[in-house]
Protein backbone atom coordinates (compact mmCIF):
# COMPACT_ATOMS: atom_id res chain seq x y z
CA UNK A 1 0.00 0.00 0.00
CA UNK A 2 1.25 3.37 -1.01
CA UNK A 3 1.15 5.68 1.58
CA UNK A 4 1.56 10.11 0.60
CA UNK A 5 2.39 12.04 3.55
CA UNK A 6 0.81 15.38 3.41
CA UNK A 7 1.75 17.07 6.44
CA UNK A 8 4.92 18.81 4.84
CA UNK A 9 3.31 20.32 2.13
CA UNK A 10 0.26 21.78 3.30
CA UNK A 11 -0.54 25.65 1.98
CA UNK A 12 -0.41 28.78 4.52
CA UNK A 13 -2.64 30.24 2.54
CA UNK A 14 -5.44 27.85 2.01
CA UNK A 15 -5.05 27.13 6.26
CA UNK A 16 -6.06 30.71 6.80
CA UNK A 17 -8.72 30.12 3.86
CA UNK A 18 -10.44 27.51 5.85
CA UNK A 19 -9.62 29.12 9.54
CA UNK A 20 -11.78 32.44 7.78
CA UNK A 21 -14.62 30.04 6.59
CA UNK A 22 -15.00 27.96 10.35
CA UNK A 23 -15.02 31.44 11.86
CA UNK A 24 -17.27 33.20 9.95
CA UNK A 25 -19.74 29.96 9.49
CA UNK A 26 -19.58 29.41 13.25
CA UNK A 27 -20.35 33.99 13.82
CA UNK A 28 -23.38 33.55 11.33
CA UNK A 29 -24.99 30.12 13.04
CA UNK A 30 -24.39 31.36 16.25
CA UNK A 31 -25.61 35.06 15.83
CA UNK A 32 -28.92 34.20 14.48
CA UNK A 33 -29.53 32.37 17.91
CA UNK A 34 -29.82 35.85 19.48
CA UNK A 35 -30.06 39.08 16.77
CA UNK A 36 -33.77 37.86 16.07
CA UNK A 37 -34.58 38.51 19.55
CA UNK A 38 -34.83 42.08 20.06
CA UNK A 39 -36.23 42.82 16.14
CA UNK A 40 -39.64 40.57 17.78
CA UNK A 41 -41.37 43.84 18.41
CA UNK A 42 -41.07 45.18 14.64
CA UNK A 43 -41.78 41.74 13.29
CA UNK A 44 -44.88 41.60 15.53
CA UNK A 45 -45.59 44.84 13.93
CA UNK A 46 -45.53 44.77 10.24
CA UNK A 47 -46.71 41.34 10.16
CA UNK A 48 -49.89 41.39 12.61
CA UNK A 49 -48.28 37.95 14.51
CA UNK A 50 -49.76 36.81 17.63
CA UNK A 51 -47.83 35.98 20.39
CA UNK A 52 -47.86 32.23 19.71
CA UNK A 53 -46.18 32.69 16.28
CA UNK A 54 -43.61 35.32 17.66
CA UNK A 55 -42.31 32.38 19.98
CA UNK A 56 -41.77 30.26 16.98
CA UNK A 57 -40.27 32.94 15.27
CA UNK A 58 -37.45 33.07 18.19
CA UNK A 59 -36.89 29.69 19.09
CA UNK A 60 -37.90 28.03 15.99
CA UNK A 61 -34.23 28.18 14.55
CA UNK A 62 -32.35 26.91 18.10
CA UNK A 63 -35.12 23.99 17.78
CA UNK A 64 -34.07 22.19 14.45
CA UNK A 65 -30.25 23.68 14.94
CA UNK A 66 -30.25 21.48 18.17
CA UNK A 67 -32.26 18.69 17.55
CA UNK A 68 -30.47 17.89 14.19
CA UNK A 69 -26.92 18.89 15.11
CA UNK A 70 -25.99 15.11 15.69
CA UNK A 71 -27.36 14.09 12.40
CA UNK A 72 -25.36 16.86 10.95
CA UNK A 73 -22.41 15.70 12.68
CA UNK A 74 -23.24 11.72 11.20
CA UNK A 75 -23.70 13.07 7.48
CA UNK A 76 -20.17 14.88 7.93
CA UNK A 77 -18.88 11.25 8.42
CA UNK A 78 -20.62 9.69 5.74
CA UNK A 79 -20.67 11.88 2.88
CA UNK A 80 -17.58 14.15 3.85
CA UNK A 81 -17.12 17.56 5.44
CA UNK A 82 -17.23 19.38 2.50
CA UNK A 83 -19.90 18.30 0.64
CA UNK A 84 -22.10 18.61 4.12
CA UNK A 85 -20.70 21.98 4.61
CA UNK A 86 -21.74 23.25 1.49
CA UNK A 87 -24.95 22.06 1.52
CA UNK A 88 -25.45 23.74 5.44
CA UNK A 89 -24.27 26.84 3.88
CA UNK A 90 -26.78 26.73 0.89
CA UNK A 91 -29.64 25.99 3.16
CA UNK A 92 -28.94 28.43 5.68
CA UNK A 93 -28.46 31.00 2.80
CA UNK A 94 -31.55 30.15 0.79
CA UNK A 95 -33.53 30.35 4.13
CA UNK A 96 -32.10 33.41 5.19
CA UNK A 97 -33.47 35.07 1.79
CA UNK A 98 -36.88 33.46 2.22
CA UNK A 99 -37.12 34.74 6.25
CA UNK A 100 -36.13 38.29 5.16
CA UNK A 101 -38.75 38.19 2.29
CA UNK A 102 -41.58 36.97 4.14
CA UNK A 103 -44.54 38.71 3.56
CA UNK A 104 -46.70 36.63 6.68
CA UNK A 105 -45.54 34.54 10.24
CA UNK A 106 -45.83 31.22 8.66
CA UNK A 107 -43.31 31.66 6.12
CA UNK A 108 -41.14 33.49 8.21
CA UNK A 109 -41.52 30.54 11.10
CA UNK A 110 -40.89 27.97 8.48
CA UNK A 111 -37.67 29.89 6.88
CA UNK A 112 -36.70 30.14 10.59
CA UNK A 113 -37.71 26.46 11.26
CA UNK A 114 -34.98 26.07 7.70
CA UNK A 115 -32.21 27.70 9.02
CA UNK A 116 -31.83 25.55 11.93
CA UNK A 117 -31.62 22.90 10.12
CA UNK A 118 -28.88 24.42 7.86
CA UNK A 119 -26.72 25.12 10.77
CA UNK A 120 -27.29 21.84 12.05
CA UNK A 121 -25.49 20.53 8.94
CA UNK A 122 -22.84 23.30 9.18
CA UNK A 123 -21.36 23.59 12.58
CA UNK A 124 -20.45 20.00 13.17
CA UNK A 125 -19.09 20.10 9.76
CA UNK A 126 -16.77 23.30 10.26
CA UNK A 127 -15.04 21.24 13.67
CA UNK A 128 -14.76 18.07 11.12
CA UNK A 129 -12.68 19.83 8.88
CA UNK A 130 -10.42 20.63 11.27
CA UNK A 131 -9.92 17.63 12.65
CA UNK A 132 -7.08 16.07 10.37
CA UNK A 133 -4.91 19.17 10.83
CA UNK A 134 -1.58 18.84 13.03
CA UNK A 135 -2.05 19.79 16.29
CA UNK A 136 -1.27 23.55 16.28
CA UNK A 137 -3.46 24.18 13.24
CA UNK A 138 -5.79 22.38 14.91
CA UNK A 139 -5.83 23.97 18.42
CA UNK A 140 -5.38 27.76 16.64
CA UNK A 141 -8.65 27.04 14.17
CA UNK A 142 -10.57 25.50 16.56
CA UNK A 143 -9.89 28.53 19.12
CA UNK A 144 -11.02 30.56 15.57
CA UNK A 145 -14.06 29.05 15.70
CA UNK A 146 -15.13 29.55 19.36
CA UNK A 147 -14.17 32.88 19.62
CA UNK A 148 -16.10 33.18 16.43
CA UNK A 149 -19.13 31.60 18.63
CA UNK A 150 -18.73 33.84 21.58
CA UNK A 151 -18.45 37.07 19.67
CA UNK A 152 -21.67 36.49 18.35
CA UNK A 153 -23.25 35.47 21.32
CA UNK A 154 -22.35 39.01 22.81
CA UNK A 155 -22.90 40.89 19.76
CA UNK A 156 -25.73 39.43 18.79
CA UNK A 157 -28.74 41.48 20.76
CA UNK A 158 -26.13 45.13 19.74
CA UNK A 159 -26.60 43.68 16.14
CA UNK A 160 -30.35 42.82 15.92
CA UNK A 161 -31.18 46.69 17.95
CA UNK A 162 -29.41 48.13 16.13
CA UNK A 163 -30.61 46.92 12.46
CA UNK A 164 -34.14 47.25 14.28
CA UNK A 165 -33.75 50.81 14.89
CA UNK A 166 -32.00 52.33 11.64
CA UNK A 167 -33.11 49.86 9.28
CA UNK A 168 -35.60 47.39 8.30
CA UNK A 169 -36.04 44.41 10.51
CA UNK A 170 -35.91 41.92 7.68
CA UNK A 171 -32.07 42.72 7.15
CA UNK A 172 -31.77 40.88 10.25
CA UNK A 173 -32.22 37.42 7.90
CA UNK A 174 -30.85 39.50 4.64
CA UNK A 175 -27.52 40.38 5.48
CA UNK A 176 -26.83 36.58 5.77
CA UNK A 177 -27.21 36.41 2.58
CA UNK A 178 -24.00 37.78 0.69
CA UNK A 179 -22.51 36.82 3.50
CA UNK A 180 -23.23 32.67 3.18
CA UNK A 181 -22.27 33.45 -0.37
CA UNK A 182 -19.26 34.58 0.26
CA UNK A 183 -18.69 31.83 2.61
CA UNK A 184 -19.62 29.24 0.12
CA UNK A 185 -16.96 30.57 -2.32
CA UNK A 186 -14.60 31.34 0.15
CA UNK A 187 -14.98 27.34 0.73
CA UNK A 188 -14.86 25.87 -2.61
CA UNK A 189 -11.42 27.72 -2.49
CA UNK A 190 -9.86 26.16 0.80
CA UNK A 191 -11.53 22.85 0.14
CA UNK A 192 -11.34 22.22 -3.38
CA UNK A 193 -11.39 18.61 -3.69
CA UNK A 194 -13.47 17.88 -0.57
CA UNK A 195 -11.31 16.76 1.85
CA UNK A 196 -9.25 18.57 4.42
CA UNK A 197 -5.87 18.08 3.42
CA UNK A 198 -6.02 16.97 -0.51
CA UNK A 199 -6.78 13.66 -0.37
CA UNK A 200 -9.13 12.50 -2.98
CA UNK A 201 -11.21 10.51 -0.99
CA UNK A 202 -11.02 12.77 2.34
CA UNK A 203 -9.50 9.59 4.37
CA UNK A 204 -6.93 11.54 6.16
CA UNK A 205 -4.93 9.89 9.18
CA UNK A 206 -3.30 12.51 11.85
CA UNK A 207 0.25 11.42 13.04
CA UNK A 208 2.01 11.74 16.52
CA UNK A 209 4.37 13.88 14.70
CA UNK A 210 1.94 16.14 13.16
CA UNK A 211 2.36 15.57 9.59
CA UNK A 212 -1.17 12.69 8.01
CA UNK A 213 -1.25 10.59 5.67
CA UNK A 214 -3.71 10.19 3.08
CA UNK A 215 -5.35 6.11 2.89
CA UNK A 216 -6.18 4.92 -0.75
CA UNK A 217 -9.88 4.90 -1.18
CA UNK A 218 -12.06 2.30 0.52
CA UNK A 219 -9.11 0.59 2.96
CA UNK A 220 -11.23 1.74 6.04
CA UNK A 221 -7.72 1.84 7.75
CA UNK A 222 -6.35 4.36 10.53
CA UNK A 223 -7.81 5.23 14.43
CA UNK A 224 -11.06 3.44 14.85
CA UNK A 225 -10.83 2.20 11.76
CA UNK A 226 -13.17 -0.59 11.18
CA UNK A 227 -11.52 -2.63 8.02
CA UNK A 228 -15.04 -1.77 5.64
CA UNK A 229 -14.26 -0.73 2.18
CA UNK A 230 -15.60 2.71 1.31
CA UNK A 231 -15.29 5.81 2.43
CA UNK A 232 -13.43 7.40 5.43
CA UNK A 233 -11.67 5.49 7.84
CA UNK A 234 -13.73 4.19 10.80
CA UNK A 235 -16.73 5.99 9.48
CA UNK A 236 -18.55 3.42 7.92
CA UNK A 237 -21.47 4.30 4.96
CA UNK A 238 -24.30 3.13 7.15
CA UNK A 239 -26.47 6.54 8.02
CA UNK A 240 -27.82 4.28 11.71
CA UNK A 241 -31.38 5.86 10.60
CA UNK A 242 -32.95 4.44 13.99
CA UNK A 243 -30.73 6.34 16.01
CA UNK A 244 -31.01 9.87 13.79
CA UNK A 245 -34.43 9.54 14.47
CA UNK A 246 -33.76 8.73 18.05
CA UNK A 247 -31.52 11.60 18.86
CA UNK A 248 -33.59 14.08 16.59
CA UNK A 249 -36.43 13.19 19.25
CA UNK A 250 -34.35 13.20 21.91
CA UNK A 251 -32.72 16.75 21.17
CA UNK A 252 -35.67 18.08 19.69
CA UNK A 253 -38.49 17.33 22.63
CA UNK A 254 -35.78 18.47 25.09
CA UNK A 255 -34.82 21.84 23.27
CA UNK A 256 -38.60 22.55 23.06
CA UNK A 257 -39.37 21.89 26.65
CA UNK A 258 -36.75 24.45 27.79
CA UNK A 259 -37.63 26.98 25.79
CA UNK A 260 -41.25 27.11 26.21
CA UNK A 261 -41.23 25.43 29.66
CA UNK A 262 -41.00 28.87 31.59
CA UNK A 263 -43.13 31.06 28.97
CA UNK A 264 -45.55 28.03 29.34
CA UNK A 265 -45.15 26.27 33.11
CA UNK A 266 -43.35 23.33 33.39
CA UNK A 267 -46.57 21.28 34.20
CA UNK A 268 -48.75 22.56 30.80
CA UNK A 269 -49.70 19.71 28.65
CA UNK A 270 -47.33 20.27 25.58
CA UNK A 271 -44.02 20.57 27.85
CA UNK A 272 -44.86 17.69 29.73
CA UNK A 273 -45.79 15.79 26.65
CA UNK A 274 -41.79 17.23 25.21
CA UNK A 275 -40.10 16.13 28.48
CA UNK A 276 -41.65 12.40 28.06
CA UNK A 277 -40.96 12.72 24.29
CA UNK A 278 -36.91 13.87 25.56
CA UNK A 279 -36.82 10.90 28.35
CA UNK A 280 -38.23 8.38 25.54
CA UNK A 281 -35.87 9.83 22.95
CA UNK A 282 -32.48 9.19 25.23
CA UNK A 283 -33.50 5.57 25.97
CA UNK A 284 -33.89 4.70 22.83
CA UNK A 285 -31.14 6.35 20.97
CA UNK A 286 -28.73 4.56 23.74
CA UNK A 287 -30.49 1.44 22.95
CA UNK A 288 -30.16 2.11 18.85
CA UNK A 289 -26.27 3.15 19.76
CA UNK A 290 -25.82 -0.15 21.02
CA UNK A 291 -27.68 -2.38 18.61
CA UNK A 292 -26.11 -0.78 15.34
CA UNK A 293 -23.85 -2.35 13.61
CA UNK A 294 -22.55 1.23 12.42
CA UNK A 295 -23.82 3.61 15.34
CA UNK A 296 -24.18 7.42 15.04
CA UNK A 297 -22.04 7.96 17.85
CA UNK A 298 -19.58 5.28 19.48
CA UNK A 299 -20.79 5.68 23.01
CA UNK A 300 -17.12 4.40 24.04
CA UNK A 301 -15.81 8.08 23.32
CA UNK A 302 -17.27 9.41 26.42
CA UNK A 303 -14.65 6.82 27.98
CA UNK A 304 -12.14 8.68 26.87
CA UNK A 305 -11.41 11.32 29.88
CA UNK A 306 -9.94 14.08 27.77
CA UNK A 307 -13.26 13.57 25.85
CA UNK A 308 -15.95 13.50 28.19
CA UNK A 309 -13.83 16.11 30.47
CA UNK A 310 -14.05 18.57 27.28
CA UNK A 311 -18.09 17.90 27.10
CA UNK A 312 -18.74 18.37 30.50
CA UNK A 313 -16.35 21.45 31.09
CA UNK A 314 -18.10 23.05 27.67
CA UNK A 315 -21.90 22.08 29.46
CA UNK A 316 -20.67 24.16 32.98
CA UNK A 317 -18.82 27.21 31.02
CA UNK A 318 -22.60 27.38 29.20
CA UNK A 319 -24.67 27.18 31.89
CA UNK A 320 -23.15 29.56 33.73
CA UNK A 321 -22.06 32.17 31.19
CA UNK A 322 -25.50 31.61 28.93
CA UNK A 323 -28.03 32.18 31.59
CA UNK A 324 -26.37 34.96 32.96
CA UNK A 325 -26.41 36.93 29.61
CA UNK A 326 -29.89 36.45 29.07
CA UNK A 327 -30.64 37.97 32.39
CA UNK A 328 -28.06 40.52 32.39
CA UNK A 329 -29.60 42.61 29.63
CA UNK A 330 -32.86 42.94 31.83
CA UNK A 331 -30.99 43.96 35.33
CA UNK A 332 -28.67 46.53 33.69
CA UNK A 333 -31.49 48.37 32.47
CA UNK A 334 -34.38 47.72 35.14
CA UNK A 335 -31.51 48.23 37.70
CA UNK A 336 -28.99 49.91 37.12
CA UNK A 337 -30.93 52.33 35.11
CA UNK A 338 -28.59 52.11 31.21
CA UNK A 339 -30.42 52.77 28.61
CA UNK A 340 -31.40 49.70 25.92
CA UNK A 341 -28.52 51.32 23.72
CA UNK A 342 -25.99 51.10 26.73
CA UNK A 343 -27.28 47.51 27.88
CA UNK A 344 -26.05 46.40 24.28
CA UNK A 345 -22.69 47.87 24.24
CA UNK A 346 -21.87 46.50 27.84
CA UNK A 347 -21.20 43.19 25.91
CA UNK A 348 -19.23 44.95 22.96
CA UNK A 349 -15.76 44.95 25.27
CA UNK A 350 -16.47 41.16 26.38
CA UNK A 351 -16.59 40.50 22.50
CA UNK A 352 -13.29 42.50 21.89
CA UNK A 353 -11.68 40.82 24.60
CA UNK A 354 -12.54 37.28 23.75
CA UNK A 355 -11.35 38.26 19.69
CA UNK A 356 -8.20 39.82 20.97
CA UNK A 357 -7.05 37.43 23.76
CA UNK A 358 -8.00 34.59 21.60
CA UNK A 359 -4.62 34.38 19.50
CA UNK A 360 -2.96 34.46 22.59
CA UNK A 361 -4.77 30.91 23.75
CA UNK A 362 -2.78 28.77 21.77
CA UNK A 363 0.40 29.73 23.07
CA UNK A 364 -0.50 29.71 26.46
CA UNK A 365 -1.79 26.06 26.04
CA UNK A 366 1.67 25.03 24.83
CA UNK A 367 3.22 26.82 28.04
CA UNK A 368 0.60 26.02 30.68
CA UNK A 369 -1.10 22.83 28.91
CA UNK A 370 -4.74 22.65 27.90
CA UNK A 371 -5.98 21.65 31.02
CA UNK A 372 -4.79 24.39 33.08
CA UNK A 373 -5.16 27.08 30.71
CA UNK A 374 -8.82 26.23 30.01
CA UNK A 375 -9.15 25.97 34.44
CA UNK A 376 -7.56 29.26 34.45
CA UNK A 377 -10.05 30.71 32.23
CA UNK A 378 -12.80 29.22 34.19
CA UNK A 379 -11.65 30.87 37.19
CA UNK A 380 -11.56 33.96 35.85
CA UNK A 381 -14.82 33.93 34.10
CA UNK A 382 -16.11 32.59 38.09
CA UNK A 383 -14.54 35.55 39.18
CA UNK A 384 -16.00 38.07 37.11
CA UNK A 385 -19.65 36.28 37.43
CA UNK A 386 -18.76 36.79 41.48
CA UNK A 387 -17.64 40.38 40.85
CA UNK A 388 -20.73 41.18 39.00
CA UNK A 389 -23.03 39.83 41.67
CA UNK A 390 -21.87 42.75 43.77
CA UNK A 391 -23.32 45.15 41.67
CA UNK A 392 -26.17 47.42 43.02
CA UNK A 393 -28.55 50.13 41.97
CA UNK A 394 -27.00 53.04 40.98
CA UNK A 395 -23.33 51.50 39.86
CA UNK A 396 -22.27 52.42 36.43
CA UNK A 397 -19.41 51.20 33.74
CA UNK A 398 -16.65 51.80 36.13
CA UNK A 399 -18.06 48.69 38.67
CA UNK A 400 -19.27 46.83 35.59
CA UNK A 401 -16.27 46.91 33.27
CA UNK A 402 -13.66 44.87 35.71
CA UNK A 403 -16.54 42.01 35.80
CA UNK A 404 -16.74 42.00 32.04
CA UNK A 405 -13.31 42.34 31.14
CA UNK A 406 -12.67 39.19 33.73
CA UNK A 407 -15.47 37.14 31.85
CA UNK A 408 -13.91 37.53 28.14
CA UNK A 409 -10.39 37.35 28.64
CA UNK A 410 -11.42 33.80 31.14
CA UNK A 411 -13.88 32.94 28.27
CA UNK A 412 -10.92 33.32 25.36
CA UNK A 413 -8.96 31.41 27.85
CA UNK A 414 -10.96 28.32 27.51
CA UNK A 415 -10.40 27.82 23.42
CA UNK A 416 -8.49 24.68 23.84
CA UNK A 417 -11.55 22.84 24.92
CA UNK A 418 -12.58 22.15 21.46
CA UNK A 419 -9.26 21.05 20.33
CA UNK A 420 -8.68 18.54 23.12
CA UNK A 421 -12.15 16.92 22.39
CA UNK A 422 -11.45 16.87 18.67
CA UNK A 423 -7.65 15.07 19.45
CA UNK A 424 -9.17 12.75 21.44
CA UNK A 425 -11.22 11.20 18.79
CA UNK A 426 -10.19 9.66 15.93
CA UNK A 427 -10.80 11.79 12.63
CA UNK A 428 -13.34 9.03 11.09
CA UNK A 429 -15.96 10.31 13.94
CA UNK A 430 -15.31 13.71 13.99
CA UNK A 431 -18.58 15.12 12.61
CA UNK A 432 -20.29 13.11 15.27
CA UNK A 433 -17.55 14.74 17.85
CA UNK A 434 -18.14 18.23 16.42
CA UNK A 435 -21.79 17.56 16.46
CA UNK A 436 -21.29 16.27 20.62
CA UNK A 437 -19.71 19.35 21.05
CA UNK A 438 -21.62 22.03 19.09
CA UNK A 439 -25.23 20.45 20.77
CA UNK A 440 -23.15 20.74 24.98
CA UNK A 441 -22.84 24.60 23.80
CA UNK A 442 -26.32 25.05 22.80
CA UNK A 443 -28.33 22.64 25.10
CA UNK A 444 -26.12 23.99 28.41
CA UNK A 445 -26.96 27.40 27.18
CA UNK A 446 -30.82 26.32 27.10
CA UNK A 447 -30.52 24.78 30.55
CA UNK A 448 -28.43 27.52 31.95
CA UNK A 449 -31.32 30.12 30.95
CA UNK A 450 -34.11 27.78 32.47
CA UNK A 451 -31.53 27.42 35.87
CA UNK A 452 -30.52 30.66 36.39
CA UNK A 453 -34.15 31.87 36.11
CA UNK A 454 -35.37 29.02 38.21
CA UNK A 455 -33.22 31.31 40.79
CA UNK A 456 -34.24 34.40 39.86
CA UNK A 457 -38.40 34.11 40.54
CA UNK A 458 -37.64 32.15 43.65
CA UNK A 459 -35.79 35.28 45.26
CA UNK A 460 -39.06 37.80 44.45
CA UNK A 461 -36.75 40.68 44.08
CA UNK A 462 -35.18 40.76 40.64
CA UNK A 463 -31.72 41.68 41.55
CA UNK A 464 -31.45 39.72 44.91
CA UNK A 465 -32.05 36.69 42.46
CA UNK A 466 -30.21 38.16 39.81
CA UNK A 467 -27.03 38.36 42.07
CA UNK A 468 -27.68 34.28 43.64
CA UNK A 469 -28.27 33.39 39.95
CA UNK A 470 -24.71 34.66 39.51
CA UNK A 471 -23.08 33.38 42.29
CA UNK A 472 -24.53 29.75 41.59
CA UNK A 473 -23.51 30.23 38.09
CA UNK A 474 -19.90 31.01 39.22
CA UNK A 475 -20.00 27.75 41.20
CA UNK A 476 -21.06 25.56 38.22
CA UNK A 477 -17.94 27.34 36.12
CA UNK A 478 -15.53 26.58 39.28
CA UNK A 479 -16.70 22.64 38.52
CA UNK A 480 -15.75 22.85 35.34
CA UNK A 481 -12.25 24.33 36.05
CA UNK A 482 -12.02 21.22 38.46
CA UNK A 483 -12.70 19.15 35.80
CA UNK A 484 -10.53 20.50 33.77
CA UNK A 485 -7.84 20.12 35.43
CA UNK A 486 -8.70 16.39 36.18
CA UNK A 487 -9.14 15.14 32.66
CA UNK A 488 -7.59 17.24 29.96
CA UNK A 489 -3.64 17.01 29.25
Known sequence: ?????????????????????????????????????????????????GLAALEWVATGYILTFAGLMLAGGRLAD???????????LGMFTAASL???????????????????????????????????????????????????????????????????????????????????????????????????????????VALPDGSAVALP??????PGGTGRPGGRPGGGRELDVAGVVASV???????????????????????????????????????????????????????????????????????????VFFYTAIFLQGVLGFTPTDSGMAFVPLALLVVIVTPLAPLVERWLGAGRTVAAGLVLVAGGMALAATLEAGDGWGRLLPAVCAIGVGSALTMPLGSAVLGAVPEARAGVAGGIF???????????????????????????GYAAGLLAAAGLVLAGALISLATLP
Do not use: K
Not at 78 to 88: E, F, I, M, S, T
Not at 252 to 258: C, E, I, Q, S
Not at 438 to 464: K, Q, W, Y
Open 1 to 49: MSLTVTGARRRPARVWALFLVTGLAGFMTTLDNTVVTVAIPSIQRDLGA
Open 78 to 88: VHGPRRVLLAG
Open 98 to 204: GAGLAGEVGVLVAARLAQGAGAALILPATLAVLAGREERQRSTGVAVWMASGAAALALGPVAGGYVSEHAHWSWVFLANVPLGVAIMALAAVALPDGSPDGSPDGSV
Open 217 to 222: EGSGEG
Open 249 to 323: VFLGAGTFALTHGGAHGWASPAVVVAVLGCAGGGVAFVVAERRAREPMVELGLFRVRSFSGGVAAQVLWGLGVNG
Open 438 to 464: SVSREISGLFGIAAVGVIVHAAGDFAT
